[in-house]
């Protein structure tokens, strides 16, 4: 069986530092001279998943093929490795807590004593390790959650050395990111903070192999120098980075301070070439000049761009490959619902709207007159899952006459008689886990004379979905024979899953959730079409 490596990444002095990014970057550069590898991310909180927690708290809610809800962190590992990411590289406190108390409750301790150490720390380790293994990794990059010094962090970091001591010092390398503050009174960027969370870290008997500090201006050579002296590690090992205009510029930066070969070196992988000609050449595309390009996005968490975080990343993907800067615009429903004429007036200068996913009855009235309102003059709207039934409800309510259509979902009181989108009882006996909810990567055909069969250049296609309501087929002919095409369906012709208003230069609604396979470089087809069709 083959020894795969493992990189820890660890953070220090506050969150938010893009610990994520580091993590991701590192991998990409890895997979850049071919190497098999993915990225985990070890959760210090106790929720077990992240598919019920708030977006205020925590961002969006990322959806993998194989259904797993998680944390948006694992959409930056995508959308830098290019790689599906699997259930098995997320891992919650949560998640190892449940398993080892059902294991007890099993009795499978034999009334041993169960301890944080050894038993749960052996859980994360016997987590760590098989996604390397079932994954068959030569280096699988792992996040931790949180900074050091967290109380829940601390059997994370007893992970890492106890993996150092089973796999060896050349398996296991530990990568630190911090931040180095800025202080304006004396003009400085100051080392303290940073050293002092590598005396916290070696408290746990790890030791920092490669650093990066964050910082938001130049760091001086003097001062890495100084923080490879205190820190312990090697000048050529403390790495910059300082913020920068784009993430994606980030995995070549790295690699100009060779952290690749750094890398290698250390965990003895040998004589290794980065090929990093793909990231250079996209990243030109994002950084050159560019005319600006407003897109309206009609959500439930306005202003919070970690909420919608996938949705915005993929508006501007299409926004680079046709040399625009894509722009936000927040459109609050709840304001459109009161007809608020500011937030009317928005509808007009955006050049397209997006209205992405979401659950619950919050502002979806708003959302249906944003629908409306594309609808008849022409405006690109792209629906995303909710965004998707939103667009049926506009065109049941204000085409079809059928004037209380409404989705169970919004319609508590029963008022309505024409639920046009709806909950199938049947589909919840084949819905992953029991579940009620349709999660993960499911195949769809798309109508070969579709406005998205021709964006996707194919008819078969398999997205990510997230939802449990469904369009009512008992609506389907009703909508088809008067300008609603249904674009794409399940193989077994039950589900709906694409939606186009014929007549009209791009409206189309998708029950999946294309943002998640978007790429940098690589924009989605549906989001490419509508960023085309809002020039
Ligand atoms: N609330 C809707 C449903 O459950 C849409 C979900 C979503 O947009 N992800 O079907």
């Known amino acids: 069986m083959k020894q795969s490596k493992f990189i ?39 929720n077990v998943d992240p598919g019920t927690m708030s977006p205020f708290q925590h961002g969006e809610v990322f959806v ?36 080892v108390l059902e294991e007890e409750r099993e009795g499978r301790y034999l009334g041993g004593t169960i301890q944080i150490v050894p038993h749960i720390t052996g859980k994360i380790q016997q987590k760590v390790e098989k996604a390397a293994r079932d994954l068959d990794l030569d280096v699988l990059v792992v996040e931790i959650g949180g900074t050091v010094g967290d109380i829940e962090g601390e059997p994370f970091l007893e992970v890492i050395r106890e993996m150092r001591n089973k796999h060896g010092n050349k398996n296991v390398l530990c990568q630190h990111t911090t931040l180095l503050p800025y202080l304006a009174a004396s003009k400085e960027l100051k080392t303290k903070p940073t050293q002092l969370s590598v005396k916290e870290l070696r408290r746990s008997g ?42 994606y510029e980030i995995p070549l930066k790295f690699q100009k301070y060779n952290l690749g070969n750094l890398i290698a070196e250390r965990l003895e992988l ?28 009609a959500g439930k968490y306005n202003e919070l761009d970690d909420a919608y975080l996938s949705v915005i990343e993929s508006a501007k993907f299409a926004g680079y490959k046709h040399d625009r800067a894509v722009r936000i615009e927040w459109i609050d429903t709840e304001k459109i619902e009161a007809e608020d ?8 200068t955006v050049a397209g709207i997006v209205v992405p996913g979401g659950f619950g009855n919050r502002g979806i009235e708003g959302k249906i007159k944003v629908a409306q309102y594309c609808r008849e003059n022409n405006k690109p709207y792209l ?26 979902e919004f319609d508590d009181t029963g008022k309505s008689k024409n639920h046009v989108i709806h909950f199938i009882p ?22 070969k004379d579709s406005k998205s069969a021709k964006l996707y250049g194919k008819t078969e296609i398999s997205e990510r979905h997230r939802h449990r309501y469904e369009f009512n087929n008992s609506y389907r002919e009703q909508f088809e024979s008067s300008g609603f095409k249904i674009a794409g369906e399940s193989p077994d012709g039950q589900l709906v899953e694409v939606v186009e208003v014929v007549d009209h230069p791009f409206m189309i609604g998708c029950q999946y959730h294309p943002e998640f396979l978007s790429r940098p470089f690589r924009p989605h087809p549906l989001f490419d079409g509508f960023i085309q069709a809002s020039l």
């Open 426 to 447: 049947e589909q919840r006996d084949i819905r992953r886990k029991g579940g009620t909810m349709r999660l993960g990567a499911y195949p769809c055909v798309l109508d």
């Open 270 to 297: 040998g004589d290794l070439k980065f090929d990093l000609a793909e990231w250079e050449s996209g990243i030109e595309s994002i950084l050159s000049e560019k005319e600006e390009l407003v897109i309206g996005l």
């Open 8 to 46: 820890f990444v660890t953070g220090g002095v506050c969150s938010s530092l893009g610990k994520g990014i580091v993590a991701a970057s590192t991998a990409a550069i890895l997979k850049s001279a071919g190497l098999k590898v993915s990225v985990m991310k070890l959760d210090p909180y106790l």
């Open 341 to 348: 004429p500011k937030e009317l007036k928005k509808l007009e």
């Open 383 to 408: 629906g995303l899952c909710l965004g998707s039934q939103i667009m049926a409800l506009d065109y049941a309510r204000n085409v079809l006459g059928i004037t209380d259509a409404d989705s169970e």
């Open 206 to 247: 790890i030791h920092p192999d490669i650093m990066f500090c964050r910082a938001d201006v130049e760091i001086p050579e003097k001062l890495l120098e100084k923080v490879g002296f205190f820190c312990d590690v090697p000048t050529e090992a403390v790495l910059p980075a300082e913020t920068v205009k784009s993430i």
């Open 64 to 99: 993998l093929d194989d259904g797993g809800e998680t944390d948006l962190d694992l959409g930056h590992y995508e959308r830098f490795i290019d790689v599906p990411i699997t259930t098995l590289c997320t891992v919650t406190t949560g998640k190892v807590y449940s398993e």
